[in-house]
């Protein structure tokens, strides 16, 4: 398997632009979680899915931020508008639904707003 | 609620010698206990896990780690480090049951030729 796929895995972006992330998890798995890791903050969760389903978004920081998972291989994570304060690397990870304790992270996307 | 604390943020050791990386958790709960390495522009990969039976735990890499529930610590230990080992050390904790991690600050561990 290939493991959790995240795309891109550099973006840099001005203020004020529609920022996308995408993810493709482990084939089989139907847990989906969202993490952005920061210096000040460190790892943070942002929002999981379950079996497409968003489960728990509090830790989404604003509407700025949203996340989708129209099916089973596939979600995202948008941003719109972007801020310099949005820089970050987002991690996507990916589990078997029941074995959150057992996740699989992607290799992150390092977003640069300027 | 859960946390997690890493109690150094940076722990420079040279080689060949043996490291401990602490963790202490606080939940109300029964919980599991993670120790993740994250290696320089790559993502997290899981180094060992406690979810239930003998408290001491072994992990790739030569690492273990002892759940001491008593002390709600989960410490990570490495007999004989080597360079490669360099990375950052997240230790995470999940309410048995429950779908979230809590991660902890990282521990960024260097090794010194």
């Known amino acids: 398997d290939a493991g959790v796929i995240q795309s891109p895995r550099h973006e840099v972006t001005e203020m004020g632009q529609e920022v996308t992330l995408r993810c493709k998890p482990i084939s089989g798995h139907n847990s989906l979680f969202w993490y952005r890791q920061t210096m000040m903050r460190g790892l943070e969760l942002l929002i999981y899915?379950?079996?497409?389903?968003?489960?728990?978004d509090s830790g989404m920081p604003e509407d700025r931020f949203s996340a989708k998972m129209p099916n089973a291989s596939f979600s995202t994570l948008k941003i719109q508008p972007s801020e310099p304060r949005d820089s970050a690397v987002y991690f996507c990870?990916?589990?078997?639904?029941?074995?959150?304790?057992?996740?699989?992270f992607g290799p992150g996307t390092r977003l640069t707003v300027t | 609620a859960q946390s997690v604390t890493q109690l150094d943020s940076q722990v420079p050791v040279f080689e060949e010698a043996p490291v401990e990386l602490r963790c202490n958790y606080s939940s109300s709960v029964s919980v599991y206990l993670f120790w993740y390495v994250q290696y320089p522009n790559q993502g997290l990969q899981l180094l060992l896990k406690?979810?239930?039976?003998?408290?001491l735990v072994k992990g790739i890499n030569g690492f273990e780690a002892e759940f001491n529930k008593s002390q709600t610590s989960f410490h990570l230990r490495k007999p004989s480090v080597h360079i490669s080992d360099t990375a950052e050390y997240f230790c995470?904790?999940?309410?048995?049951?429950?779908?979230?991690?809590?991660f902890g600050t990282g521990t960024s561990l260097t090794v010194i030729p």
């Open positions: 995470a904790v999940s309410v048995v049951g429950g779908n979230q991690f809590y």
């Open positions: 899915f379950n079996n497409n389903v968003p489960i728990d």
């Open positions: 990870a990916s589990s078997l639904s029941g074995r959150a304790y057992e996740q699989y």
């Open positions: 406690y979810l239930s039976g003998s408290t």
